[in-house]
Each structure stands twice: as structure tokens, then as C-alpha cells.
């Protein structure tokens, strides 16, 4: 019954969809405006329609119902409950219908919040949101299922395995309950961590996320509405995005740092990879679209950047689904590898097609010429073609010389860590250094003196930190070079929003912290994008210490052995084997204790869980850590001998010292802080507000303009 | 102008600033290193795990996706790290060691293909295509530059203001900013 209630939700939803295209389309053509608002009714029926689906995978899920296939390979009897829930994005069907429920979600808020706004927009904006989630439940319904069932037809062999069908098929049987839960495959355990709860669904509402300023982006062209109304919509939304797009990877890395043991974070591999790519791009947008607000320049530019953005999206999800890479996040190699590239390739065609011919029309015309080479403007296209840079040689590495290398010659290559780091390095420094001095720009120009000036305090700021990192152990001029750019970016951020308090307070004598907060309460987009600024600039530092001076070492110990690493002392006390957890795990764990100059810190237990029950990956490293701001110290067990019937009488170690990898979370923490103040809405202003405004600003005197409206 | 003199009157005390960084970098060199390297776990001779891991790293495993010979905890990857141990043994250099993987696994086990072609391939086509947008980046710059020559808005940036970071002109500046 719940495989039924689930399929039918799922059709009524594909119904649905593709309704809700034709009524908005047909009806702003024919000026039909009961049809348009039948077809956005249409769009906004497909979430609650998707929800029920889901609801009935999770309900399945709970009850433990293995005949429905995706139940069976992604549970087992032992699954404990959290991660049952979880189960439903834990491959690739439960993952599809999910991804289908977000983009749903995402749509329903966007028609609700600018239905009245966008009358011109929005039935184009409801025909592209539905097309593409037509194209996701299209492949959930026909292809991944997550409502097939086993049954046994008349025509099944013994040797062979039972069939799974969307269908009842004539006189099938249902295979028997036990059998089938004896079976059960149970959850691969690399998604058995906190992490997993979250971090994919992070992802998801990040590139989901990015469909709305996309079919925002097409509506203008299709309407050849192209004025600033399609970008003003898209604000928030592109912000949102890349916040949980953000969110994703940062929970991405730190789930890699807990459970593959390798003790990074970040190993460029084609699949996180892919989820950088439209973070890159998006980033990019992000920066550009505040010039065609500003400027009403890059419009075209812009529409290819949210154009490619949304494009990097699908083709991620693509690389990721259809087994064109192999990768420890990759889903199983299935067949919805060619309907995706179909659907990448002609959406970004299409979309391309569609600019072009705007473009050709003249409607994409700058307002404005750019004015000076120094100005904030040419400084962000400089920033915007760096992280093009960057995208284009992450997706060579990743996907271009390994697919050409392939084609061309029949021979499989990967691009590792050398070949990232060789490229992307000089890239993210002039990203970097970009990110400092764009912020002491004007738009319109700047003279090359007045930012010569702006640029001395932070200067000297980072010449002051560096020479402490140089007292601190930082001698290498690789890492003082990296140390320099980046806190450079930062100390441009701080002294930038030091000076905007410093001006408010000289014209309203106010104290720091009120003329702080009405500078955030005037533009919280610029604050709150310093604090990005500054987030980015606390992950620089963690990574190029966690990189640069990561400490690694493996070493076979016999009990009450000590060994010293980078000042640690690391005693091996003995091993517990055979610990039978709740969920059928048999953990074995080693003890360990750590001291540092005689004084004891931590008892670490790395360990390795074993899963009987699982098939495939049946077994997990979990390392025992010691987090302090100054560093890590992550040790993982690799190994034990048996000596004279003594269990663990040896013991080999990989133990790793990660220098202020710390930093790389709290710059994430303090990234997404910035982001949220960022997209808060803006303060509204009172009539009396305004009207003290625009006395301000009729005086000569430029500080008064900067009125708090609250 | 006010600025300028205000800077004048009080000078940077160059030379003491300049003699605490001579002493503080001479007192670096003397400082005992704060990261210490991991000690090399050689013994008699034996060749350490670090050693056969500095080459594992050089390698992904031939067998499981994208992951590094060095990180790997399969059966067949600890025997792969086994034949590097032994290797080394016999005094082959970690590039013979990558070399002889690469011969049987194919270009796939190194970080960036071995065979010439696909090495130049991989490598010079990121910098080609960063040298052509670098050309077409400065040729569109030179033209805002021409453009910018003519323009009115470039002539006042070019008049300077004053030297004080909280100058009308700054406050212009953060006004126009802070218009949403």
C-alpha cells in the first residue's frame, strides 16, 4: 500500500509538472491570465504531491518493508532508526526523489513570495522550474524507482535473482518477508556518521538552490523582460544557494577528515570536485551581478554565468550518477547517465542559444562603459575570470584530459594532487590578493594614488602578522608568501569596515558598537560579504597550514611503547577487541594515551568498526583525535599482530599532525555567518527615516548622507 | 595638504623599527625549529613505513577509485605496498618504483600521466588556455584604458583628494556603497 500511495504521488506529480508548462506558457501567450495562475497552482501542487512520496519512502523505510527493493538494499534489521531516516538519500533512487522534493520545495517559496511581484517573469519562471523537475521525476518514475518491488513471476528460474518491477507483473507473488529481511543489504557504512545527516542535503539545497536564479535568468530572455527585475529577484535566492552549496562542502570535508582516515579534508576528487565547480562559478556570479546593479554593465556575461552555473550543477550531478567517474561518493554506475547528459547538454543550449540571440537583438546592451582600469569593476572582472580560470582547470583535471585521454587514445589517466596543486595554487593566491584590493576600489575609477594609500594600513598590518608567523615556525617563503596574501584579504576586510565605523561616527558622534550596527543596518549585502571575506581568509590560513605543515608518520608500537611525534608523546596501552555495539558493529579499539611536555592531554581511541551484516564496503577507520585550535592529532590504527596469544601485543599507527586545520571549520562557520547577514532582509525605512535622508543627503557635506534609517 | 604635514611631523622611527627586525630574524635562526619533521622511523637499515608511504603517496591505488596507494587498507593495496618496501630494499629510486607501476597499471596509478603526449596534454593545456584568456583579458583592458582616457569620470579620479583615510572623498565612496 505505501509502494502505491508513493508511485501515485509521483505520477500526480509528473502530471502535474507538465500541466503547469503548457498552461503558463500557452497562457502568456494568449494573454490568458486564469490559465498562467492555473499553471503556477499546477507547479505549486507538485510539493505537497512530492512530499506525500517521500513520506511514503520514509514510512517504508521505518516499517521495514523489503519488498520494496530500495528498503532492502539501503536498510537491514540492525539499521538503527537515525540512519533509516537517513536512508532516504542514501542512494541513488531515494536520493533522486529527494533531490525532486528540494527543487520543489525551492519553487513553491519562489512562486508564493514573487507571484504578485513578476507578472511578466513568473509564467516563464513556472514553465523552466517545471521543466526541470519534470526531467528528475521523468528518470525517478521510468528509471530509479524507489517504489519497485520485488515479486516472483511464474518465469523465474532458480539461479536467477529476484526481480525487482514499478508494476505488479501477472500472478506474481510476494517473496517471503524473512527471507527478504534476512537478506537485506543494510546502509553502506562510509554513510553511517552525523555528517551524512546533513551534508547531503546541504548539497542538494545548494544546487537545487541554483535553479531559481537560473529560470529567473531564462524567464528574462523569454520574455525579453531585461531590465533589473530578474536580478533583483535572483538576489537572495543565488545567496541561499550558495550558502547551502557552501554548507555542503564544507560538511563534505569535514565527514572526508572523520571517516575515510586519511587525515585530509580536501583530496580533489572528480566528485567534490564537480560540487566545486558551480560553487566557483556561482561565486563569480555573485560578485558580477552587483556591477549590472550597480553599473547596468555585464549583462551578458552575466546571463552566462548563471546560465553555467545551473549547467555545472546538472552536469555534477550527472558525473556523479552516471559512473562517468569513479569515485568513493559516486553512486553506482546506472543508466541515467545518457538521459542526463542529453538533458545538460541541450538545457545548456538552449539557454546558451537563447542569450545569443538577445545578445544579437541589442537587448543585453551595457549602460555603461567601464572607466578606469582600477575601478571596482574591472577589478571584479578580473576576479571573475580568475575563478573561470580556476573552474576550467579543475574541470580539465577532473573530467576533460581524463575523458579526451580516453577517447583519443584509449588510455585512462587520473590528475592528482600535483597536477591541482600546480595549477590552482597561483590562482587562489591572485584570488586572494584580489580579494584584498577590490574592496579599496570605487566604482566608476579609482587613482592608482588614493588606493596606493588605502592599501598602506592593512600592508603593514600584514607585515606585522607575518613576522610573528616567521617567529611561530612559518619559515618557509612558500608558506609566508601564502600567509601573506591571505591575511592580507582579511586585514583589507576589517580595516574596511574600521573605516566605514570611523566615518559614522566622526558625522553622528556615536559610540563604536551603535555605529557599527547601523553601518550593517545600511547595507547588510557589503557587511555581511566582509565577513565572508573574512571567513575565507580564516580557511586560507587553516589550509595552508594543515597543508603545508602537516607532521605524518606510521609506526609499528608493542604495548607500553612511547613514541615522539612533533613533540607529542604517544603511548600504545593495549588493545579491545570484539566491542559488539547496538547495530551489530564489532569494533576494535585501540588505546592511546597522548602527553606533551610531560603532562598528559588525552586517552585517543582510534578504532575500526567491522560490518558483518554489509556487503561491499563491510568495514570503517575512525581515528582518534585530539582537536585544539593550535592543531590535530589524528591517529588511526592500520593494524595489529597477535604475539603469543596476546591480542595487539604490536599495534601500526598512521599518525598525523594537522596544524590549525581547525581554522578551516571556524572559517567555514564564520563564511556562513557572513552569508546570512548577507541575505537578511533589509532594515525597512520609515517615512521620517526617509525623510531625514534626503535632508542628509541635500547638504554638501558627504558624511551626513550616511544616515542610520533606524 | 593637513595630512601630509601631520605624517611629517611625526616620522617613522625607522631605524629602531629596522633593528628589532634584525634582531628578531637572528633570533629566529638561532630558535630551535618549532615543527619538528616526523623522525624517521628507519631502522638497521629496514626500510620505514614512511619511506614506502612517500612513494604510495606518488601513487593511486590501481584498484579502488581515486584513492591513494598510501591511504588505502585493502588486502591488495598492502601487498602493493609490501613489493614497494621490497623495492626499495633493492635500492630502486621511488621514480623506478612509480615507473614499474605505471608500466603495469597504466598511466592511471600516477598523479599525472607518465607517456609524454598525455603528460604534455594534461599539463600544457590549462596554461595555454589561461595564456589566450590572459591575451584576450589585456587586450580588453587596454581598451577601457583607451576608453577610460576619454572619460570624465577617470579625470576626477586621477585629482587626489587627501591622504586622511576618512576623507570626504572615502565618504563619498561608502555612501555610493551602501546604496542598495
Known amino acids: 500500500m505505501i509502494a502505491e500511495i508513493g508511485l501515485i504521488a509521483l505520477g500526480l506529480t509528473f502530471a502535474a509538472a507538465i500541466y503547469a508548462i503548457f498552461a503558463s506558457v500557452v497562457g502568456q501567450r494568449l494573454h490568458q491570465d486564469r490559465l498562467i495562475d492555473s499553471g503556477r497552482n499546477a507547479a505549486l501542487l507538485t510539493f505537497p504531491l512530492l512530499l506525500i512520496a517521500a513520506f511514503a519512502l520514509l514510512a517504508a523505510l521505518l516499517t521495514q518493508q523489503y519488498q520494496i527493493a530500495y528498503v532492502w538494499q539501503v536498510s537491514d534489521p540492525n539499521t538503527p532508526m537515525f540512519y533509516r531516516i537517513t536512508a532516504l538519500w542514501g542512494s541513488q533512487q531515494g536520493s533522486l526523489l529527494f533531490w525532486s522534493v528540494l527543487m520543489s520545495a525551492f519553487a513553491f517559496v519562489a512562486l508564493l513570495v514573487n507571484g504578485r511581484k513578476n507578472r511578466t517573469l513568473m509564467p516563464y519562471f513556472t514553465a523552466y522550474t517545471m521543466a526541470v523537475l519534470v526531467f528528475f521525476i521523468a528518470i525517478t518514475l521510468f528509471m530509479e524507482n524507489p517504489f519497485d518491488r520485488f515479486w516472483i513471476t511464474p518465469d523465474l528460474t532458480a539461479d536467477s535473482g529476484v526481480p525487482a518491477y514499478t508494476l505488479i507483473p501477472p500472478d506474481a507473488t510476494a517473496p517471503s518477508p524473512a527471507l527478504l529481511a534476512s537478506t537485506a543489504r543494510g546502509l553502506n557504512p562510509l554513510l553511517r556518521h552525523f555528517g551524512m545527516i546533513i551534508h547531503p542535503p546541504m548539497l542538494y539545497l545548494g544546487f537545487v538552490g541554483f535553479v531559481i536564479p537560473f529560470a529567473f535568468a531564462m524567464s528574462a530572455l523569454a520574455s525579453g523582460d531585461l531590465s533589473s527585475a530578474w536580478i533583483k529577484a535572483t538576489r537572495r535566492w543565488t545567496l541561499i544557494a550558495w550558502l547551502f552549496l557552501s554548507l555542503g562542502l564544507l560538511l563534505g570535508g569535514r565527514w572526508a577528515y572523520d571517516v575515510l582516515g586519511w587525515g585530509g579534508y580536501w583530496g580533489w576528487d572528480p566528485v567534490e570536485n564537480a560540487a566545486f565547480l558551480p560553487w566557483l562559478i556561482g561565486t563569480a556570479f555573485l560578485h558580477s551581478v552587483m556591477i549590472q546593479e550597480k553599473r547596468g554593465m555585464l549583462k551578458t556575461w552575466n546571463m552566462f554565468l548563471v546560465i553555467f552555473t545551473f549547467s555545472a550543477v546538472i552536469f555534477g550531478t550527472f558525473a556523479t550518477r552516471s559512473g562517468l567517474v569513479e569515485s568513493v561518493h559516486s553512486f553506482a554506475q546506472s543508466e541515467i547517465g545518457m538521459p542526463m547528459f542529453f538533458f545538460w547538454s541541450s538545457i545548456t543550449l538552449v539557454s546558451v542559444t537563447l542569450t545569443l540571440w538577445r545578445w544579437r537583438q541589442g537587448k543585453l546592451r551595457d549602460d555603461h562603459h567601464f572607466a578606469g582600469i582600477l575601478s571596482r569593476e574591472s577589478l571584479f572582472v578580473l576576479n571573475n575570470v580568475v575563478f573561470i580560470a580556476l573552474t576550467l582547470a579543475i574541470f580539465w583535471g577532473s573530467f576533460g584530459a581524463p575523458i579526451l585521454s580516453e577517447l583519443l587514445t584509449g588510455t585512462e589517466i587520473t590528475l592528482g594532487v600535483d597536477y591541482f596543486n600546480a595549477v590552482t595554487v597561483p590562482l587562489f593566491a591572485v584570488l586572494y590578493i584580489l580579494m584584498g584590493i577590490a574592496p579599496l576600489s570605487a566604482w566608476g575609477a579609482t587613482s592608482a594614488i588614493r588606493m596606493g594609500r588605502s592599501i598602506i594600513t592593512p600592508l603593514v598590518l600584514t607585515g606585522a602578522a607575518l613576522i610573528g608567523a616567521f617567529l611561530l615556525g612559518a619559515s618557509s617563503p612558500g608558506a609566508l608568501f601564502g600567509y601573506g596574501v591571505v591575511l592580507f584579504a582579511g586585514f583589507v576586510a576589517l580595516y574596511e569596515t574600521y573605516r566605514g565605523v570611523l566615518a559614522r561616527r566622526r558625522a553622528h558622534h556615536e559610540n563604536f558598537a551603535t555605529a557599527l550596527l547601523a553601518l550593517f543596518g545600511r547595507n547588510r549585502r557589503r557587511y555581511g560579504g566582509f565577513i565572508v571575506h573574512l571567513g575565507i581568509t580564516v580557511i586560507g590560513i587553516g589550509v595552508i597550514g594543515s597543508t603545508l605543515f602537516q607532521v605524518e608518520t606510521q609506526r609499528t608500537l608493542l604495548v607500553g611503547e612511547t613514541i615522539d611525534v612533533d613533540g607529542y608523546a604517544l603511548t600504545y596501552n593495549g588493545l579491545l577487541s570484539g566491542q559488539v555495539t547496538g547495530d551489530g558493529r564489532i569494533m576494535t579499539i585501540a588505546q592511546v594515551s597522548l602527553a606533551r611536555d610531560g603532562q598528559a592531554l588525552a586517552e585517543l581511541r582510534p578504532r575500526t568498526d567491522f560490518y558483518p551484516e554489509a556487503r561491499g564496503i563491510n568495514s570503517q577507520i575512525i581515528a582518534g583525535v585530539h582537536s585544539t585550535l593550535e592543531n590535530d592529532v589524528y591517529v588511526l590504527i592500520s593494524g595489529f599482530e597477535t604475539i603469543n596469544g596476546v591480542e595487539g601485543a604490536t599495534g601500526t599507527f598512521k599518525i598525523y599532525i594537522n596544524p590549525l586545520i581547525n581554522l578551516v571549520w571556524w572559517g567555514g562557520l564564520i563564511l556562513i555567518l557572513g552569508t546570512l547577514i548577507s541575505s537578511a532582509p533589509a532594515e525597512t525605512v520609515t517615512a521620517a527615516d526617509r525623510s531625514r535622508l534626503r535632508t542628509a543627503r541635500a547638504r554638501p557635506q558627504m558624511g551626513s548622507a550616511m544616515e542610520s534609517p533606524a | ?180
Open chain 2, 1 to 180: 595638504m593637513n595630512s601630509l604635514r601631520r605624517i611629517s611631523l611625526r616620522p617613522i622611527p625607522f631605524r629602531p623599527v629596522l633593528a628589532l627586525i634584525v634582531i628578531l630574524f637572528f633570533l629566529r635562526t638561532l630558535n630551535v625549529p618549532m615543527r619538528v619533521c616526523a623522525q624517521d622511523a628507519a631502522i638497521d637499515g629496514v626500510i620505514s613505513y614512511d619511506e614506502v608511504n612517500a612513494v604510495a603517496k606518488e601513487l593511486y591505488c590501481p584498484v579502488c577509485p581515486n584513492e591513494l596507494l598510501s591511504d588505502c587498507q585493502t588486502q591488495a593495496c598492502i601487498q602493493w605496498k609490501t613489493e614497494i618496501s621490497d623495492q626499495l630494499a633493492v635500492g630502486q629510486s621511488p621514480q623506478q618504483i612509480i615507473d614499474s607501476f605505471v608500466r603495469r597499471y597504466g598511466d592511471r596509478v600516477a598523479h599525472v600521466p607518465q607517456d609524454p603526449f598525455l603528460r604534455a596534454l594534461s599539463l600544457v593545456t590549462p596554461f595555454a588556455v589561461a595564456l589566450v584568456a590572459l591575451i584576450i583579458g589585456a587586450r580588453t583592458f587596454l581598451r577601457w584604458g583607451r576608453l577610460a582616457r576619454r572619460s570624465p569620470i577617470a579625470a576626477d579620479a586621477k585629482h587626489d583628494i587627501s591622504a586622511n583615510p576618512i576623507d570626504n572623498d572615502y565618504r563619498a565612496r561608502l555612501e555610493r556603497d551602501l546604496e542598495n
